[in-house]
């Protein structure tokens, strides 16, 4: 006679067991999400794609929430590109001295700021890079290194000691070197030969009439001519700036006002306005430096002020014989002006803090007299 037989379960049951099973079981081996699947395929985290994803769209649609350092470094980045395309090989060494340089930099400054915040973030490596763009490719890379070892440490003492000094301390150090050296950065190579040769306006100054324009505007706007590493190409530094106008980075009064200070030498002196106006450097300190907001004061009626001063110096200086070094050095004596009248600011608020301090130190004393005067006399 046949026992009683057990239901009959459905096949959810069944399947449900045997998850129970393999819960339970010691040796169940479930898949890790970046062990190779049994497909060969590699697995994906899904939370590294969805903060990859959230950056994207920050950059994309709210590029003005990304940090200030890194929306500067994504404005160089068209610079470098192009730089490297360009000039090669020492444009290649360059910007590996540049990048040695600001590593450094940020292992100091993230053991100087171990136990403080905000950390200065990517700062000394966006000074590093900003004093080598501005070098000719053919310097001397003892040259470069010096320049950017600088650069690197006077962007630590500026974020350490003085962070309300608005000035890119790469400009400075370049400016300083360039004057101590007399003019040692400034050796300029044929991106076409290697050799060494002028930048376009000294050039121009030197064996051309000053109506002329020697150079075909669109090899000026590409930047395939003699110059600093990584700021001839007129076009990589304007998709610089657009970038930092749509992440409303840049003051656009600023711009215009140093495009009528120019233009204003240009009409004076009777110059080719393309072939003066065309000029990658230029508007690489006026475009990523000058008219960075973060760099300029705050007063609204000075800015436009600085911009026409700036534009007007820098391109007037020309007539003197002075190249497209006059822009380099005339935005590096507006950010150290600035800097001095902030260190001069802040001297005179410490100076004004010690002297309360004494006061109040000296009237409490002298109440502490009278009171022991009061009670012996009692």
Known sequence: MRGPTAPRRSQRDVGQEASRACRLSPTAAWPHPYRRSAGGLFAYNPNVLARAGAWL???????????????TGIALLPTVVAGLIIFRLPAAEMLGIAVAAGAVGLIVAHWLWRHQFPHPGASPLIAAIFSVALIGAGASLVLVAEIAVLAVVLELLRARYIPAIRAQMGLLAYAAVALLTREGPSVYLNPANGAAFGDPIATWFRFFSPASAPIDPIRLYVGNVPGPVFATSMLAVAVGIAWLAYARRVSLVVLVAFLAGAGLAIYTFHWD????LDSGPMWFVAGLLLADRRLLPESWSVRPVLGVAAGLFAVGLRRNGYGIEAAFFTVATVQA????????????????ERWKRTRRLRQREANLRVVKTVSRAS
Do not use: E
């Open 273 to 276: 306005p393309l072939f003066q």
């Open 337 to 352: 002006v600035m800097a001095v009248v902030v260190i001069v600011y802040w001297s005179a608020s410490l100076w004004m």
């Open 57 to 71: 769209d920050r950059a994309a649609f709210k590029p003005s929430s990304l940090p200030d350092n890194l929306v």
